[in-house]
T-cell receptor, first 112, second 114 residues
Framework: DQQVKQNSPSLSVQEGRISILNCDYTNSMFDYFLWYKKYPAEGPTFLISISSIKDKNEDGRFTVFLNKSAKHLSLHIVPSQPGDSAVYFC???????????FGTGTRLKVLA | KAGVTQTPRYLIKTRGQQVTLSCSPISGHRSVSWYQQTPGQGLQFLFEYFSETQRNKGNFPGRFSGRQFSNSRSEMNVSTLELGDSALYLCATKPGTSEWETQYFGPGTRLLVL
C-alpha cells in the first residue's frame, strides 16, 4: 500500500517557466515532509522540507506548499532551469517513527 | 565535513551468491538507513540502524539483513541472491536523535545479479 504517491511519472517544462511537482499522501500521522532531487548515478540530495504546522516554505527558486486537509503537497520551481532536470522524490515522516516513506518519483525535464 | 560513502560502487554477482555492502556515515551521524531503488518502484525502505540497534524495518524478506558497528558504519547483507535483487542500494544517514532530521544519502551501490 503506497502511502506517498507521485502520480505523474514525468513532466516536461520549458526553461524559465514554472515546474509544479505534486505528491499525495494517505497517512494523517505524517508530520514532516521533504523533497529530494536525484541525478542518474548519484544519491538523492535534499532540497526543501516543511513541517505540518506550516503551509508554505520557500528557499530561493524552490517553494513547497502543504494542504493538510487534502493530504497534498507540491513543489514549485520558478524559474525552471535545464540543470533542474532530474528525478524528484517526495518523502514523509510519520510522527514517532523516525522513518521516511518515499514516493515513486517524478522525472522532470526542463527544455532549453 | 566528508559525506556519506558507500563501497563498493558497482558489483556483479550470480544467483545464489551473497553480497555485503558497506556504508560510512557523516561524522556524528548515528542513524543509518538502507533503501533499494528499482525502476518504477521509488525508494523502498529496508531498515534503519541507530546506535547499533535496528530501530525500523521495511517489508523485505529475511535474506536482507544489516548491522551497525560502534563507529556507526553499517553493512547490509543479501543472501541467496535473486535476479530481482538487481537494483541501486542507497544508504542515508542523519544524527538520529530527533524525528525531524534531514537525511543525507550516499552515492549508492549498483548491484547486478546474473
Amino acid at each position: 500500500d503506497q502511502q506517498v504517491k507521485q502520480n505523474s511519472p514525468s513532466l516536461s517544462v520549458q526553461e524559465g517557466r514554472i515546474s509544479i511537482l505534486n505528491c499525495d499522501y494517505t497517512n494523517s500521522m505524517f508530520d514532516y515532509f521533504l523533497w529530494y532531487k536525484k541525478y542518474p548515478a548519484e544519491g538523492p540530495t535534499f532540497l526543501i522540507s516543511i513541517s505540518s504546522i506550516k503551509d508554505k516554505n520557500e528557499d530561493g527558486r524552490f517553494t513547497v506548499f502543504l494542504n493538510k486537509s487534502a493530504k497534498h503537497l507540491s513543489l514549485h520551481i520558478v524559474p525552471s532551469q535545464p540543470g533542474d532536470s532530474a528525478v524528484y522524490f517526495c518523502a514523509a515522516i510519520e510522527s514517532g517513527t523516525y522513518k521516511y516513506i518515499f514516493g515513486t518519483g517524478t522525472r522532470l525535464k526542463v527544455l532549453a | 565535513k566528508a559525506g556519506v560513502t558507500q563501497t563498493p560502487r558497482y558489483l556483479i554477482k550470480t544467483r545464489g551468491q551473497q553480497v555485503t555492502l558497506s556504508c560510512s556515515p557523516i561524522s556524528g551521524h548515528r542513524s543509518v538507513s538502507w533503501y533499494q531503488q528499482t525502476p518504477g518502484q521509488g525508494l523502498q525502505f529496508l531498515f534503519e540502524y541507530f546506535s547499533e540497534t535496528q530501530r525500523n524495518k521495511g517489508n523485505f524478506p529475511g535474506r536482507f539483513s544489516g548491522r551497525q558497528f560502534s563507529n556507526s558504519r553499517s553493512e547490509m547483507n543479501v543472501s541467496t541472491l535473486e535476479l530481482g535483487d538487481s537494483a541501486l542500494y542507497l544508504c542515508a544517514t542523519k544524527p538520529g536523535t530527533s524525528e525531524w532530521e534531514t537525511q543525507y544519502f550516499g552515492p549508492g551501490t549498483r548491484l547486478l545479479v546474473l
